[in-house]
Structure formats: structure tokens, C-alpha cells
């Protein structure tokens, strides 16, 4: 069994502490925050576990083995970065951490004290994503043309993070990992309605090297709550909306093929209009299967799908979109 503390009872916090309160592989030692109301409600949900505001007391504790930071953005790399010191294994919700060189900073102090590191990038442990990865890997798409994610709602603004930062974490990683490369340079654009130099909407574009695009718009000022991306290959498409009930993934037997023996336009490119399947599968809670390869890798210390590479990367991406908004959308080339 894992002894493991969750720091930052908040929205996400919750989610996290009720997942190793319930996984039988843990055991919730500690709940932290600053908030003592916050505190004194979980309590109520979690009597086995102590309740603290004090983070040194989780450090100095040489029973605790895990870490899970679930504060706001800002937290995130000091947090880190004494939990390592202190000898611990860490969990980091996404951001990872706000700078390019923290991450690099907290990757090479993981890998000095023999720690482990994981960043909650939740949808690479969707089984959708997951699924959507290996059909591209197997060809099953065809060549990716392009993808498009959306991820809006109208709901919590922020203050200390923009929408860019907030919310683009859960696209960028689950497009890098189901391309399984690194864009070649990133643009974005946004405004700035509500709250001075705080992005509440960022259009933002990646290219890679081998033709494929990828367009991710994010929003906390919209009508609608969308949750859905789109890829588009030259066999099949394929779209995965996370708020249906049932239906989460349906892949559509369309395209286009162009013939190299034509007399017209319409010979020329022939459109293929196919069946659409709704492949059954069967659901668990993403962030349970994260949470339990999390202690799965302290256990029997493997190395994390999203570890602290993993992290930085989606941190380089972010980094050159908020350089690219602050320059109306020039292109920023990653290196």
C-alpha cells in the first residue's frame, strides 16, 4: 500500500483525494490546504486520514511516499520541488509549472534523487485517447491531415492562469500523444475581455513536420460546454466528444481520393462516403486508471506515461502560444 498525501482540496483536489481514498492500493495519509474549511469538510469525507495546513509536516514525515499537488498553477513548482528534496514521489495536476525551465529544473532533480515524477495530463489515460493513439499508429486513419480540439464553456475565470494555461494542457497532451511528435512551431491569438492581460479565449495552431496541423481553441466565455476533438486522415476521421453519455468515439468511413487520371474536377477528386461506427468500450473512470498507474509506478517505480518529459514538452508548447499571443500571433519556433 501507497501512503500518499493530496495537497489542495479544491475543485480537482476533491476528485483526486476521493479516487485514493477509494483505491484500496493507497492509503490517503494526509489532506493539505490552506483553507481550513476546506479542510474541516474533508474531514468529514476522509476521518482516516490528517488533516493539515502545515506542508512541512507531510514532508518530514518519512512514512509518506507520494505527493499529489493539486493547487493552483503558481504552487506548482515550489511545491514540487520540496517534495523532492524531501525524498518523495510526485504527482503534479496540470500546468506542470509555468516556465520552461522549472520543468527542466524538476525533471533533473527527480532524476538526482532516483524520484519519480508524473504530471496530470488526464487524457492520456482516457481509453478513447488511448484507442485513438493506437489507430493511428496502426494506420487506421490513414496519413493525419489535421486535428482540431475544442474546450469551452462558460464557467470559473481565473485569475492567477488564462485560458491558455487552464485549459490547452488537456489538448496539447493528448494530441502530442496520440501524433507521438513534437510540433515545429506554434501560433496563437486571443483577448483579453474580462480581466487585464488574462487570455478568456486563445485560438492557437501547431505544425508538425510531416504536414499535419493541429488547431486548439479554448474558452472559459462560451455558450456552449464543448469537450471534443476532431481528426481528420486520409482514410478514415474519427471524433471524440467527451460529454456524451455513451457515444464517446465515432469513426467515419470518409474521404477524399484524388486519381491521377482525369478529364475534370470531379474526376479528378472522388469523394468516398463510408459507414460511421460507435465502437463499444467499455468506460472507467480516467482519472481512477491514472491515479492507479500513478501508484503503480511508486510501487514498482516504472517511469510514468505523462512524466516529467511528458510535461515538458506540453510546457514548451504553452510557453511558445503565450510568447505568440503577446506578438498577435507570430509563429514561435520550437527547437
Known sequence: MVEVAVVGIGGWGKNLARNYAQIPEANLRYVCDLDQAKLDQAALQY????????????????????????????????????????????YVEKPFVLEVAHAEELIALAEKNKRLIMVGHLLEYHPVVVRLRDMIRNGELGQVY?????????????????????FAPHDISSILYMLGQEPTDVSARGQSYLQKDIEDVVFMSLNFGNRAMAHVHVSWLDPHKTRKITIVGSRKMAVFDDLEASEKLRIYDKGAQVSTDYNSFAEYVGLRFG?????????????????????????????????????????????????????????????
Open 47 to 90: 476521518p482516516g486520514a490528517r488533516m493539515t495546513s502545515d506542508y512541512q509536516q507531510l514532508l518530514d514525515d518519512p512514512e509518506l511516499q507520494a505527493v499529489v499537488i493539486a493547487t493552483t498553477a503558481p504552487g506548482h513548482y515550489p511545491l514540487a520541488k520540496q517534495a523532492l528534496l524531501a525524498g518523495k514521489d510526485v
Open 275 to 335: 459507414d460511421i461506427t460507435m465502437p463499444y468500450m467499455k468506460f472507467v473512470e480516467p482519472l481512477q486508471i491514472e491515479c492507479r498507474h500513478f501508484l503503480d509506478c511508486v510501487k514498482n517505480r516504472k517511469t510514468p506515461v505523462s512524466d516529467g518529459l511528458d510535461g515538458l514538452r506540453v510546457v514548451k508548447v504553452l510557453d511558445a502560444a503565450q510568447r505568440s499571443l503577446k506578438q498577435n500571433g507570430q509563429p514561435i519556433e520550437l527547437k
Open 146 to 166: 489535421y486535428v482540431y480540439a475544442q474546450r469551452l464553456n462558460l464557467g470559473t475565470v481565473r485569475g492567477d492562469e488564462n485560458a491558455l494555461w487552464n
